[in-house]
């Protein structure tokens, strides 16, 4: 997967020859508030169990990009946090960072799989109806599973360092004459034993169209799975999706 997936980033200027190169250069700021409700389970490699989760708001920031510069692409880097707090009482021993959990404790857990994102990406389309984005996506992992005995300070803690390269593609069409906008963004990586993809989608309205400023506030869906099979000694099956409401700000 990584041979094809590097392949295709070498390709990728020579398929886009005919792309949509911007006017000018812009600067986009992103805010966006997650209510993520996760599912799933995580352990040592080839023992998972599933936590009960919270719910809890998560945060995401970023900076895009976008130049006139032919061939070479746009760029976005952004954070998501994605932390979840959790509890279980195990019905099997559990093992986490070589540390053994016997059947009955009771444990309070959490998962952090907050990252990066470097998104590399090119306009195919960019006009009055219809927009078009494709590239890849660098994830940088940069979180850790922890687990402890709800009765004692007996804790086991697991750290998440890697970086995913992923295929990426975004959209959206414009209700013209309204401010409205109906986008999509999806990215995703089957490398191996690791399987994990991101969408989001929603509605997105300009309430502000100037020379010098443009401002949109978004409101959609976000969903996130990360199924990891011995990443750093960690394995995961975790699926984490809710609601979102965002503001971006173009300059």
Known sequence: MMKKLGSALCALPLLMSGYVQADFFSVAL???SWQSKADGSFGQTGVMHPFDYKNKNQLAYGVTLEHPLPFIPNARL????????????????FALAGQQFSVGSVLDATLDLSHWDLVLYYEVLDNNLVELDVGIQFKRLDGAAEVA???SQSASRQTLDDTLPMLYAAGGVNIIGTGLQVFAELSGLTQGRHDVRAFRGGLS????DTIALDAAVRLGYQSMQFTLDNMDGLSTDVDAKGVFAGLELRF
């Open 205 to 208: 309205y300009n309430m502000m």
């Open 78 to 93: 952004g954070y998501q946090s994605l932390k979840h707090t959790a509890s279980t009482e195990l019905d099997q021993t």
């Open 30 to 32: 992103h805010l966006d």
């Open 149 to 151: 005995l709800a009765t």
